[in-house]
């Protein structure tokens, strides 16, 4: 019994012993870093112009003629078809009116045929030398006459008929009816615009580009259209047109013609327009994703952490950013090609600390 005691207290003794012991220093947890390599440079810089997405055939419609509105027979948003018949004039007075010039032309041609037949007698009397010279002239006068009336007859009827044709309003191409300002019974004048009609298939965007950089763009350059009101979605576009002459503002209006458009872009809505270029006092800039920013830092003057290869650790680093976009973010100061970049997780980071490759860097 006495002995079972003893080893009793010699076993607690060494577990207390063994529970008091100092651990062995463990090895630092390395985190792993997933990083970019910089490259090439950015292509230029970079600046957004917002605009308004228009249909290539695009045309605001008016009557010729003015009067009474008997008949519309589209709605706003309505599609038509070419020459389809979108509204109607009052026809009787036109009908009228060509009743009444019709008349007039038929008394010229009367008259014409009579003043034709007293020429030819004169005519052929003056050579036998039967009449004067005096009543031949004055008989070829009055021919001539009546020929020039039955010329300005024949026009007003022409004009008739034409104003008659134009109390049918129709679409010049395939479209849709964007804007409608009449009703059947009301008044219009001629000029008046009523419809626009917007062409479907081809669409562009109209912006104003201003003088520091148009001088920079060019015809046929591609271009990159995003669109806000569908979470910021992309399309290629083309500029098509630079405008010669500035507008409001030193800003000189400029077309882009959309890249196969499809059936979910529609005129009207807005956009935004990418324009890179290059001057020649541009800086060389490069892209990082916005992600290596570190948090709290600024763009135009913040900071990133850089991996080392000597030493496996990470850098903080200053740069200075210019633009941002597509979540890259262009850095005119701080890095060099051949710079490699943290691009996720920096809040976790501290400059010096010891890190390894998530990854091999592109």
Known sequence: MHLRRIFAGIVILTTV???GEEPKNRPPIIRAVKTITVTEPAKGQLRRISGTIKAVNSSTLSFEVGGTVQKVSVSLGDRVRKAQ???VLDRRPFELNLSSVQADLRKAQADLAEKTT???????LYAKGVVSKADFERAEAEYKAAGSAVDAAKAKVRLAKRDLDNTSLKAPF????AMKGIEPFVTVVSGKVIFEIQGEGDLEVSVSVPDSIVKFLRKGQSVTVRLPTQRNRTVQGTINEIGSQASEANA????VSITKPDADIRPGTVAEVDFVYRSAASQIAYLIPISAIIPGSKISAGSIFTFDRATST???TAIKGRNIRDNMVEIIKGIAPGD????????????????????KTE
Not at 252 to 255: A, E, G, H, I, Q
């Open 314 to 316: 990470v850098r903080k």
């Open 174 to 177: 395939d479209g849709v009816i």
């Open 118 to 124: 007293r020429f030819e007698a004169r005519r052929n």
């Open 17 to 19: 012993t063994a529970c």
């Open 252 to 255: 000189f209006p400029l077309t």
């Open 340 to 359: 490699i970049v943290v691009v996720a997780g920096v809040s976790f980071l501290r400059d010096g600390q010891k890190v390894s490759l998530l990854q």
């Open 85 to 87: 018949v979108l509204a």
